[in-house]
């Protein structure tokens, strides 16, 4: 691995920001909400916006079958690119700098070294990977999963979303179907900026990131069935309330996360109830739970104990439970050498910088099953994200970007 670069370049960061605005201005609603899902027609102005900017720079740029998006610069060097990248698509109601910054930083550091007339010594890739956050197609980090070869092309394109629609019909329709077979380049390394979306940086007063390892990810979704009966009349010891029931995992989950020294983490992000009524005892409850940890066997552990839990509930409480695993990722390690020469850089700059675990999933996990891949984190106002109120203060973006310039010019020996 190459050593560092000492720092004598910054990016421009007022162009960042402007970039990081007029992209977040895209998908905006009349009240002033930003949804970019993606394939939609929102996520294909985003996507022209890209393209345009790629393209100003000088940069090859090339679509694969899964819609992700590459601009290449020095694509005539026979040699292992630089990747850098992340995703542009958000959630609903989101902010605008998840995702976005890496890819928009990644533009900013190809630019920078062409501003200084550096030329590297491999091809540098920026990429912008389809359907990252999985909001309206299932799973997330799609793009990058199909590219690393986790999930088959022809399963991805014929899935449905939660609209109806058939995502290798709304490629097609965007025009954002590549030829490119995807995986088709496997990078010398993947370089991911990205806001942290949890308080730990600002709470430490902290500058930068060193992602080291990435939490295993384990999604289900949980159906129980009771009888729907009379809410006033039916006696509690009479029922087969499949609402009661849900209530009950959701209990067991927390006490099994918050016992000493837990590391797990757990969610019952979303539930339904049928027939959904005020005074109707529910007779089915569907609920997805999201399970995390940075250690693989925990993890396993904690899928055990809530399948012994569902076991128990369906005889202590009289009701049918069934579950369906949706996505499963196991934890990643990022590599070594690429979190060294983040901590040096940012040592180099006088910023501060801590080694820390990715709580959310990203495609930096799904490219480490190819190349050695790394993430460099920078804080989240409030720890909070896929909100409207995302925020990033200005110098610390540009800080990370500095950080990412720095380790992408090592790794290609731009001089």
């Known amino acids: 691995m190459s050593r560092l670069t000492p720092p004598a370049l910054a990016i421009d960061g007022a162009t960042l920001m402007q970039r990081l605005r007029e992209l977040g201005a895209i998908g905006r609603d009349e009240a002033g909400g930003l949804s970019r899902l993606a394939l939609t027609e929102q996520d294909k102005a985003g996507r022209d916006c890209l393209v345009r900017w790629m393209k100003d720079a000088g940069l090859k740029i090339s679509v694969d079958a899964i819609g992700n998006i590459f601009g290449t610069w020095m694509p005539e060097i026979d040699a292992a690119a630089v990747m850098i990248g992340s995703h542009i698509d958000t959630v609903v109601n989101a902010g605008i700098y998840d995702g976005c910054t890496g890819v928009l930083s990644g533009l900013a550091v190809m630019e920078t070294l062409q501003a200084a007339g550096l ?25 990058s999963l199909v590219y690393a070869g986790g999930l088959a092309l022809e399963e991805a394109l014929s899935t449905e979303g939660t609209d109806g629609s058939i995502l290798g019909d709304e490629l097609r329709r965007i025009g954002y179907a590549g030829s490119m077979q995807p995986g088709a380049i496997t990078p010398r390394a993947f370089l991911e900026l990205h806001v942290e979306q949890g308080p730990v940086l600002e709470a430490e007063g902290i500058a930068i990131g060193a992602v080291e390892n990435l939490q295993g990810i384990s999604w289900q979704r949980v159906v129980i069935d009771g009888d729907a009966n009379h809410a006033g009349t039916t006696p509690t010891g009479m029922r087969r309330d499949a609402g009661l029931a849900a209530a009950r995992v959701v209990t067991f989950l927390r006490d099994y996360v918050t016992a000493p020294n837990a590391a797990t983490v757990a969610t019952v992000g979303t539930m339904q109830f049928e027939p959904d009524v005020i005074n109707v005892i529910p007779s089915r409850a569907i609920f997805t739970v999201d399970l995390r ?55 180099e700059r006088n910023l501060t910088c801590r080694r820390m675990t990715s709580g959310a999933g990203h495609d930096a996990q799904m490219m480490a099953r190819i190349c050695p891949s790394a993430m460099i984190f920078v804080p989240s106002t409030d720890g909070i994200s896929h909100n ?14 500095n950080v990412l310039l720095d380790v992408a010019r090592a790794l290609s020996d731009a001089e």
């Not at 030329?119 to 793009?143: K, L, Q, S, V």
Request: one cysteine or more; hydrophobic letters at 40%.
């Open 293 to 347: 940890d940075p250690d693989e066997d925990r993890l396993r552990t904690a899928e055990a104990a809530l399948r012994d839990f569902l076991d128990e509930l369906g005889e202590s409480d009289r009701v049918s439970v069934s579950s369906e695993r949706l996505a499963r990722f196991e934890p990643v390690e990022f590599d070594e050498n690429l979190a060294t020469l983040i901590e040096a850089s940012a040592t």
């Open 119 to 143: 030329e590297p010594h491999c091809p540098i890739i920026i990429a912008a990977f389809t359907n990252e956050e999985g909001a309206r197609y299932a799973p997330d980090m799609m793009g």
């Open 388 to 401: 409207p109120r995302e925020h990033t203060h200005e110098a610390d973006l540009i800080a990370g970007a």
